[in-house]
């Protein structure tokens, strides 16, 4: 990849992008918790970057360098939230994109199996973010990722990332993507990824106003060699241009034995790119000190 990288930066580059884009997302937060309640602000996942793409000479105007740097922050409590201070790296890569060819990035990044969610999620970045129930949800560094082009409507991810405790292998997930007009689909897998493998089916569904989600993930804990599986079913109702309920359900014993966890939500937007949120979500656990109840009221600002 390197090589490649110095190769062509010997060539002419000609700017065809260059954009700044960003996500603020903050909410009033009551979470009831083995009986005590707890009211906060607290900042979901927002961040800022920077990301284009350089294309080569007219002669070879299909290759293009790609690049992104993306920095989660915390409005809310500054760096006395997380162990990487003020500024936390999201997704930041270097690449070449061909339209022939397809993409091959270096840097962190999600790992394919994160992406074959592919917005089943619909609670991503917020408090049920389907993480809190199945493992896999992972951006790594020392990652060589390759995307395929569309051959119809089918594509597909490799990923590479360097294992920090063991010199002799790499983690490895893979997935196989369809989109088409009726629905998109996607299967993954995660080769001993952040100690588990992994495989995950997903399938999202558009019909009139409604649009369904199902996920079905089965992993193994590889220092444990149990297994188990998981679920999410989403479905989400467009009520006008501004309006929309959500509801989502997932379950695991991968995290926690028992895991279900049920949301239901409510967006409007208010003015291009100003979203307010609202969900109630319900934490079930065998285990009676994880089981929680949470009440949000949100905003998010993307730009």
């Not at 922050?73 to 500054?78: E, L, M, T």
């Not at 790594?140 to 119809?152: A, H, M």
């Not at 490895?172 to 493998?197: C, I, M, P, T």
């Not at 495989?199 to 297994?227: H, T």
Request: hydrophobic share 35%; aromatic share 12%.
């Amino acid at each position: 990849m390197r090589n490649i990288l110095l190769t062509a930066l010997l060539f002419p580059l000609v700017v065809t992008s260059n954009e700044f884009y960003g996500r603020v997302a903050i909410d009033a937060r009551s979470v009831t918790q083995s009986e005590k309640s707890k009211t906060d602000i607290e900042n979901n996942e927002s961040r800022a970057g920077f990301k284009g793409s350089f294309a080569f000479n007219k002669d070879n105007s299909n290759l293009s360098l790609i690049y992104q740097a993306e920095y989660g922050f915390d409005p809310v409590d500054g760096k006395e939230r997380g162990d990487q201070g003020t500024l936390k790296q999201r997704n930041t890569f270097l690449g070449i994109k061909s339209k022939k060819y397809g993409t091959l990035m270096a840097g962190t990044h999600d790992t394919a199996f994160k992406q074959a969610q592919q917005g089943v999620d619909l609670f991503n970045d917020l408090l049920p973010d389907i993480k809190n129930i199945l493992p896999g949800e992972n951006r790594l560094e020392d990652f060589i990722g390759y995307v395929s082009p569309k051959f119809d409507n089918y594509f597909f991810k490799i990923n590479s990332i360097k294992n920090p405790s063991s010199g002799l292998s790499n983690y490895k997930s893979y997935s196989l993507h369809y989109e088409g007009d009726n629905f998109r689909g996607a299967f993954a897998v995660d080769n001993s990824v952040q100690g588990f493998d992994s495989l995950r089916y997903s399938v999202l569904i558009p019909f009139g106003l409604f649009q369904l989600g199902l996920l079905y993930q089965e992993s193994k804990k590889l220092s444990s060699d149990l297994s188990s599986d998981g679920k999410v079913i989403s479905i989400q109702r467009k009520l006008s241009d501004k309006n929309k309920i959500k509801f989502q359900y997932a379950a695991s014993d991968l995290k926690s034995r028992g895991g279900k966890n049920t949301t239901l939500g409510f967006d409007r937007l208010l003015v291009n790119g100003l979203t307010l949120f609202i969900f109630y979500s319900h934490f079930d656990s065998d285990t009676s000190s994880k089981q929680k109840e949470v009440f949000s009221v949100g905003i998010e600002y993307k730009f």
